[in-house]
């Protein structure tokens, strides 16, 4: 009798199987990363709330050429700006830019997601990512989109958005933005001026105050108080803005950097500029010689930079000649 209820080995072997059995599957259902319940349509549905995206105040490009800030001069952020960039030169950003750059985001189309967790983060290359936008629109609602690796086998790329716990797998985006550089983004004019923001521009020289420009219940008067003419004032503005750059310094040396501080200690004009959007600066200071290690010099060469000093764009005395207006020239 006894030797009937003395369970085999091949019953104890059954058994054991069993109880592991048993075991990883309790492991597996504790432990299982669920990917959350989602639409299926909404799952391919383009992550980039692009209709947010419609009235920008700044703009911030980060790819393997640099980091490029922008900053828009339209009162109500309309994407067509003008655009301002202010680093890393102080020029005026091609018109269209952001607009295509807002399209091409509007046309993401989704293959497929992934958590956003440290092992795709990196397998994705988004913490060293090819491209990343911060972008804030004209309701201070900021917003962070980065593109990592692009797959050259099935022609894929990887993105992920601020406040969202997905890695989007998708198709690239028709614009190559992750190569832009500078020549793509910006034209060779300095000032993107927008009249409707713009409240006072003042214009000074070493011996003080030489113009000032102030609207007033929609009149522009000069630093006396008297009225201007409208049309003149707005020829004056898009003259301005016909100033044009002939070279562009980055990459300076130690003694390149020492030069340009020395030119801009001493700057023959400075702009000042109230706008909307704040007020920012303008310096210019003449070259006496030769920048070292260059040979950009030449009679009437100015350096223009903002009041950072930290980039600076070449101008032909030529091109400066509308700061010499005076404020009888707008009446």
Do not use: C
């Not at 189309?109 to 972008?135: A, W, Y």
């Amino acid at each position: 009798m006894k030797s009937l209820l003395r369970p085999s080995l091949s019953s104890m072997l059954v058994a054991f199987f069993f109880v592991v059995l048993l075991f990883l599957g309790l492991f597996a259902e504790v432990f299982e990363s669920h990917t959350p319940e989602m639409d299926v349509a909404q799952i391919y549905a383009n992550p980039v709330p692009v209709n947010e995206l419609r009235e920008l105040t700044r703009f911030k490009l980060i790819n393997k050429q640099g980091t490029f800030v922008f900053e828009n001069t339209h009162p109500e952020g309309d994407l067509l700006g003008p655009w301002q960039m202010l680093e890393p030169q102080a020029l005026k950003v091609k018109g269209n830019v952001v607009g295509k750059i807002i399209e091409a985001l509007n046309g993401i189309r989704v293959r497929n997601f992934h958590p956003l967790e440290p092992i795709n983060i990196t397998s994705f290359s988004l913490d060293n990512p090819t491209l990343t936008l911060n972008i804030t629109n004209s309701e201070n609602k900021k917003f962070e989109i980065k593109m990592g690796l692009i797959n050259p086998i099935d022609n894929s790329a990887y993105l992920s958005l601020s406040g969202q716990d997905q890695i989007y797998q998708i198709d690239p985006i028709e614009m190559a933005i992750e190569n832009y550089d500078l020549a793509q983004l910006v034209e060779s004019k300095v000032l993107a001026l927008n009249t409707d923001s713009l409240q006072s521009l003042e214009i000074y020289s070493p011996e003080g105050l030489r113009l000032k420009v102030l609207k007033k219940e929609n009149q522009w008067l000069d630093q006396e108080g008297a009225t201007l003419t409208d049309i003149k004032v707005l020829k004056f503005f898009e003259n301005l803005e016909e100033i044009k750059s002939f070279s562009i310094l980055s990459n300076l040396t130690k003694e390149q950097e020492a030069f340009m501080e020395k030119t801009m200690a001493s700057p023959a004009w400075s702009l000042k500029l109230i706008s909307a959007q704040g007020v920012r600066t303008y310096l210019l200071g003449q070259l006496q010689s030769d920048i070292p290690g260059t040979n950009v010099f030449r009679n009437g060469t100015f350096a223009l930079s903002t009041d950072e000093k930290q980039s600076f764009v070449l101008v032909d005395r030529e091109e400066l000649r509308i700061l010499s207006t005076k404020s009888s020239d707008l009446k």
